[in-house]
């Protein structure tokens, strides 16, 4: 199986690379966008010309692969995750800071087969990030292997989290009694605008955890393999197992404190994908 990981990985990486050049063409900014859920959920045409790249180019490769895209998704494509190896892909994680010129945006690629992840990338092109992982491989900054922090307490901990993409009154109620507590009881309060790369800087050791209400499976399938060949853990964020159709994500540098965290936090459930 580690052989056709290798295999599988070394082709996405390339398509990848090259996707890249297509975000950065815009690293001011990209003004024309569409509107989706909300008004703060948004797309762009080069989100959609990153997953079709990506998509096109996997299956010329390895026609038996399936397919989760967001922009798949939001044309109507089901999201059905079964045991096949299975390509999870945001074309474009952190489309508002695309938009805006903020560099903190990045294609996030993940690889599931029996429904667990088993190879990851997440690419920023414009400030050239690239984490990867491979299951059992460790996972990597650009050739640097990187390990999660040594923190195990919230109160020293430096917390990532999001808002998220909707106007939604109990949803963002939830989010400023998370902030308060976070603000409150830990050591700062962090937000990147992507949940992947919100996952790489605690697979990074940069931030000790991140969560999040309302993501889908192509936000965190890769930040998934990455954090956990950094040594790091992925659960739910009311502290029992991860479950990427699940809409909800806790990460941390330790099951110590993803359980600590997870205790504190006021909890939200969306809709599954
Ligand atoms: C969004 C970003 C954002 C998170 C949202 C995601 P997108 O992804 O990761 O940080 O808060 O939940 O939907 O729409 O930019 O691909």
Redesign the pocket.
């Given at each position: 199986m580690t052989d056709a990981i290798d295999e599988y990985f070394a082709v996405a990486l390339e398509l990848v690379k090259s996707a890249g050049n297509l975000i950065t063409d815009y690293t001011s900014g990209c003004k024309d966008f569409k509107l989706?859920s909300s008004d703060i959920?948004?797309?762009t045409e080069i989100?959609k010309k990153v997953e079709e790249t990506l998509i096109s180019g996997l299956t010329a490769k390895f026609p038996d692969h399936k397919f989760i895209g967001?922009e798949s998704a939001f044309e109507g494509v089901k999201c059905i995750l079964t045991d096949e190896p299975t390509w999870i892909i945001?074309?474009?994680?952190?489309?508002?800071?695309?938009i805006h010129g903020y560099p903190s945006?990045c294609i996030s690629l993940g690889l599931v087969i029996n429904k667990e992840a088993v190879a990851g990338i997440i690419y920023n092109p414009i400030v050239n990030q690239l984490f990867t992982a491979k299951k059992g491989q460790g996972a990597y900054l650009n050739d640097r292997q990187i390990h999660v922090s040594q923190v195990k307490d919230v109160s020293k901990a430096l917390i990532s989290f999001?808002?998220?993409?909707t106007r939604d009154e109990e949803k963002q109620r939830i989010v400023f009694e998370n902030f308060k507590m976070i603000v409150t009881k830990a050591h700062g309060a962090r937000?990147?605008?992507?949940?992947?790369l919100?996952m790489a800087m605690v697979a990074l050791g940069g931030s000790d955890a991140y969560f999040?209400f309302?993501?889908?499976a192509?936000?965190i399938a890769a930040g998934d393999i990455i954090v956990r060949e950094a040594g790091g853990v992925c659960i739910d964020p009311a502290g029992g197992p991860f479950d990427i159709l699940s809409r909800r994500v806790l990460c941390a540098s330790s099951q110590e404190l993803a359980q600590e965290l997870a205790s504190m936090l006021h909890q939200y459930y969306p809709e599954r994908d």
């Amino acid at each position: 199986m580690t052989d056709a990981i290798d295999e599988y990985f070394a082709v996405a990486l390339e398509l990848v690379k090259s996707a890249g050049n297509l975000i950065t063409d815009y690293t001011s900014g990209c003004k024309d966008f569409k509107l989706k859920s909300s008004d703060i959920d948004l797309v762009t045409e080069i989100d959609k010309k990153v997953e079709e790249t990506l998509i096109s180019g996997l299956t010329a490769k390895f026609p038996d692969h399936k397919f989760i895209g967001e922009e798949s998704a939001f044309e109507g494509v089901k999201c059905i995750l079964t045991d096949e190896p299975t390509w999870i892909i945001d074309p474009v994680d952190g489309t508002l800071n695309f938009i805006h010129g903020y560099p903190s945006s990045c294609i996030s690629l993940g690889l599931v087969i029996n429904k667990e992840a088993v190879a990851g990338i997440i690419y920023n092109p414009i400030v050239n990030q690239l984490f990867t992982a491979k299951k059992g491989q460790g996972a990597y900054l650009n050739d640097r292997q990187i390990h999660v922090s040594q923190v195990k307490d919230v109160s020293k901990a430096l917390i990532s989290f999001e808002a998220g993409t909707t106007r939604d009154e109990e949803k963002q109620r939830i989010v400023f009694e998370n902030f308060k507590m976070i603000v409150t009881k830990a050591h700062g309060a962090r937000t990147v605008g992507s949940a992947a790369l919100n996952m790489a800087m605690v697979a990074l050791g940069g931030s000790d955890a991140y969560f999040e209400f309302g993501i889908h499976a192509w936000d965190i399938a890769a930040g998934d393999i990455i954090v956990r060949e950094a040594g790091g853990v992925c659960i739910d964020p009311a502290g029992g197992p991860f479950d990427i159709l699940s809409r909800r994500v806790l990460c941390a540098s330790s099951q110590e404190l993803a359980q600590e965290l997870a205790s504190m936090l006021h909890q939200y459930y969306p809709e599954r994908d």
